[in-house]
């Protein structure tokens, strides 16, 4: 019984991360069967945001426009880069309150084993973005993981030799863990006891 609207739906949807072919099955049913508004909104959504979001051109991160809201505002520090691997940690440091700085989102982390390269995390660009002259102290705040710690040391190496002063968040957040769900005031002050 082939129903090609419905298995290519449940195929769809089993390209979301964490996503079998059980919870497919059952997020399919779902909307047709109690949700077709709901179905009709994430279409419309996931056509607009895959056609309007892009990365900034400063920070890599999403944004709608060339450069995202963070990077375009005055009031924070030029002087403080913290990089990051993805918006989500992005949003965890923001949440804290306590960084004024910006920020270089690699949307990704160093990964051989993956393929991910140095070319997939922009570290090309993220040298670029480090020595604009403006930048004095760039904060490694990549996940206390293996490959974040591996990506931490080449992108301290790599802007170390090109005189900048790299900092790293202080040990007290867990290793093993990844910013986005750490606490907040660990996080803090992680961030607060960075060397
Ligand atoms: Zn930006």
Do not use: W
């Amino acid at each position: 019984m082939a129903e090609p609207a419905l298995d290519g739906l449940i195929e769809a949807l089993r390209r979301l991360p964490g996503v079998g072919q059980k919870s497919a099955q059952r997020m399919a049913f779902h909307l047709l069967q109690h949700d077709r508004d709901g179905a009709a909104r994430i279409a419309a959504s996931l056509q607009k945001a895959v056609a309007d979001v892009r990365h900034c051109d400063r920070c890599h991160t999403f944004t709608e426009g060339a450069i995202c809201s963070t990077c375009s505002d005055e009031r924070r520090d030029a002087r403080l880069l913290c990089v990051v691997e993805t918006p989500a940690d992005q949003a965890a440091l923001e949440r804290t309150g306590s960084y004024k700085g910006l920020y270089f989102v690699l949307m990704g982390r160093l990964s051989p084993l993956d393929g991910v390269g140095a070319r997939d995390i922009g570290l090309a660009q993220l040298i670029e973005r480090a020595t604009d002259g403006t930048v004095e102290e760039v904060i490694v705040a990549t996940n206390f993981t293996a490959e974040g710690e591996a990506t931490a040391h080449v992108i301290g190496e790599t802007l170390k030799s090109r005189g900048l002063r790299v900092t790293r968040l202080a040990r007290g957040v867990p290793i093993g863990s990844e910013l986005e769900y750490v606490d907040l005031g660990t996080i803090a002050h992680a961030l607060s006891e960075r060397r």
